[in-house]
């Protein structure tokens, strides 16, 4: 397993150890942290040159393969980190940007990948003599696309251009399916949330589907559907499994998935699926909240699914969770328990708000 050392800000050790699990996704072993304050970045090299100094002693000495840093870095702060550490250097949207890139199995996603990668790496890209030496197999060895490209400004427009354009030819298909679906009075109910807190596995449980399921961050990529039941002599309604958000998602991804994401918009109802046990749960959801904000969805009317309430919280901690966020369904997708609330809940809701439309 490759070594990694990260650097992240003294005092966000919530964030540090998602930047852990991140490089764990990609199958790095994080071996040190390593604490900066951010009041003294700088231009060229982000850290100050005496953390630099201290970085070059210590990346060889525990023969690190990578530094990440938990920042969104400039392209100069990487090629001129890169030119003083004998690692490979990494930043946080390139580490997700590279998590993506593994997970595209549609042709849309693997579109949407590229478009985010060639906007990333354009600086790199289009002056390659200052290339960052080759980092992974995606990120630093030959993106999609740039094996056929001519590395100049001219020919990578061109490139985003067309996949723009094949884009655009999807999203019509798509478009029409939607409209298909919104026609058919059938209810849409999106689950959404922090990446990993366990949206594809209760999906799995309303639709009886067997979407992939794992500790890694970001397994799911691409929207997916399926008809669940909330009462046997009810219509089925119909679910979404969504993309995980997470923060510090890169802008330029959410620009490329922003046709998938506002789809979530469109929905009836949304289920907002916490990891209760997780300890950054406010912070998370302050992400969940920023982020349907971003993709139009901050109006729907939604109900918290404190989720994985098999795993130990304290009643005290409980309450302090409904103060914080509000009251919502504690269930376990993984066990089942509280699906059968869940479920009337929803019903409850959904009349609620829409008892004009007929299908439930
Ligand atoms: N203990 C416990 N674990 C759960 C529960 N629900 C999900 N998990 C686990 O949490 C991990 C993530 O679950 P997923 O369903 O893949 O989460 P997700 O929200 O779809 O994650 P991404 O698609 O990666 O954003 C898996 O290891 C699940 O087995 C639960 O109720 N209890
Ligand atoms: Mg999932």
């Not at 650097?7 to 852990?20: I, M, N, P």
Request: charged content about 25%; some cysteine; proline content about 4%.
């Amino acid at each position: 397993m490759k070594k990694a050392i990260i650097v992240g800000e003294k005092g966000h050790s919530d964030t540090l150890h998602e930047l852990e699990l991140l490089l764990a996704t990609l199958g790095f072993e994080t071996i040190a942290p390593f604490l900066i304050n951010t009041k003294t970045i700088t231009r060229s090299t982000f850290i100050t040159s005496g953390k630099l100094e201290e970085l070059k002693g210590i990346a060889p000495l525990l023969e690190a393969d990578v530094v990440a840093f938990d920042f969104s870095l400039s392209y100069t702060q990487l090629a001129n980190l890169k030119k003083e550490i004998p690692a490979m250097i990494l930043d946080r949207p390139r580490i997700i940007l590279e998590i993506f890139s593994k997970r595209a199995t549609t042709r849309e996603g693997k579109i949407q990948v590229e478009l985010a990668y060639l906007k990333i790496r354009l600086p790199e890209l289009v002056n390659p003599k200052a290339k960052l030496d080759q980092q992974m197999g995606y990120i630093g060895g030959k993106g999609p696309g740039e094996k056929k490209l001519e590395l100049n400004r001219r020919a990578l427009s061109l490139r985003i251009q067309s996949l723009k354009k094949k884009l655009r030819t999807i999203e019509k298909n798509r478009a029409q399916k939607r409209d298909r679906r919104m026609q058919s009075d059938q209810f849409i109910v999106s689950l959404v949330g922090y990446t990993n807190a366990g949206k594809s596995t209760l999906f799995n449980q309303l639709t009886k589907q067997s979407m992939p399921t794992d500790n890694l961050l970001f397994h799911t990529l691409e929207p997916k559907i399926g008809k669940g039941f909330l009462s046997s002599a009810l219509h089925p309604v119909l679910f979404a499994d969504t993309v995980g958000f997470i923060r510090k998602l890169p802008h330029e991804l959410i620009e490329s998935f922003k046709s998938t994401l506002e789809e979530i918009s469109l929905s009836d109802l949304l289920l907002i699926v916490l990891d209760c046990s997780d300890s950054a749960l406010i912070a998370q959801y302050k992400v969940i909240q920023d982020t349907l904000k971003e993709i139009h969805a901050d109006h729907l009317p939604f109900m918290l699914v404190y989720n994985k309430a098999d795993l130990p919280t304290t009643e005290l901690k409980r309450a302090e969770i409904v103060s914080s966020l509000g009251d919502g369904v504690w269930i376990s997708a993984k066990t089942g328990d509280g699906l059968e609330e869940l479920r009337k809940r929803v019903l409850d809701q959904l009349f609620q708000h829409y008892s004009a439309k007929d299908s439930v």
